[in-house]
């Protein structure tokens, strides 16, 4: 079970606004360390969406934002479309495990 | 641009050996950490471990679960990272996926990702 939890799935209407959660503990954001994420599609490879908590590398949309306060992080996606349907991993460093660790992961389902 | 390219990925037994490789090309290799991650079928993202840059020495980090039977190294002058696996079990069928990874806020996080190769542990 992933130190990191996330729900398994989230659903919104195009335009809608979205948030999915990351909640972690005081050995990992808790501590400051920073969360990222990634999206995955099908049979490809994770692409980072966001990093630090809050930034975007280039090339990914203002859309979507990052969000974090006390052991928990949010990743937000505004104005909803259907080419957003996919897999949404966080990511942080716990200093218990020594390492990094990946959240469950979400399913985003564009109704 | 950027390119990670895996390779070595296949069919292997269990209890035997397996090395993949990780091709790098379009950056600086040897400035990077450089990580593995690997995906089982149908589930999530899971950190195998990382070897950092040789500013910093090229150590080495790895998750809980691969650590004694999985070993990352990498050879600069051919910009080229390995993941050597031993033991082999069936849990350990997976996509791997190498990545070029950077520092930010206490930690690294896979900036660019390989395609990814498939093993498979069977008998």
């Known amino acids: 079970q992933s130190v990191l939890t996330q729900p398994p799935s989230v659903s919104g209407a195009p335009g809608q606004r979205i948030s999915i959660s990351c909640t972690g503990s005081s050995s990992n954001i808790g501590t400051g360390y920073g969360v990222h994420w990634y999206q995955q599609f099908p049979g490809t490879a994770p692409k980072l969406l966001i990093y630090?908590?809050?930034n975007r590398p280039s090339g990914v949309p203002d859309r979507f934002s990052g969000s974090m306060s006390g052991t928990s992080a949010s990743l937000a996606i505004a104005g909803l479309q259907a080419e957003d349907e996919a897999d949404y991993y966080c990511?942080?460093?716990?200093?218990?495990?020594?390492?990094?660790?990946f959240g469950g992961g979400t399913k985003l389902t564009v109704l | 641009e950027v390119q990670l390219v895996e390779s070595g990925g296949g069919l292997e037994q269990p209890g035997r050996s397996l090395r993949l490789s990780c091709t790098a090309s379009?950056?600086?290799?040897?400035?990077?950490?450089m990580s593995w991650v690997r995906q089982a079928p149908g589930e999530g993202l899971e950190w195998v471990g990382f070897?950092?840059?040789?500013?910093?020495?090229?150590?080495?980090e790895y998750g809980a679960s691969m650590k004694g039977r999985f070993s990352i190294s990498r050879d600069d002058s051919k910009s080229i990272t390995y993941l050597q696996m031993n033991d082999l079990k069936a849990e350990d069928t997976a996509v791997y996926y190498c990545?070029?990874?950077?520092?930010?806020?206490?930690?690294?996080?896979?900036?660019?990702w390989g395609q990814g190769t498939l093993v498979t542990v069977s008998s």
């Open positions: 070897i950092r840059g040789k500013a910093f020495g090229g150590t080495t």
């Open positions: 990545s070029r990874d950077v520092y930010s806020s206490g930690w690294y996080f896979q900036e660019k």
């Open positions: 379009g950056f600086n290799f040897g400035d990077y950490a």
């Open positions: 630090g908590n809050n």
């Open positions: 990511q942080s460093y716990d200093s218990s495990l020594s390492g990094s660790l």
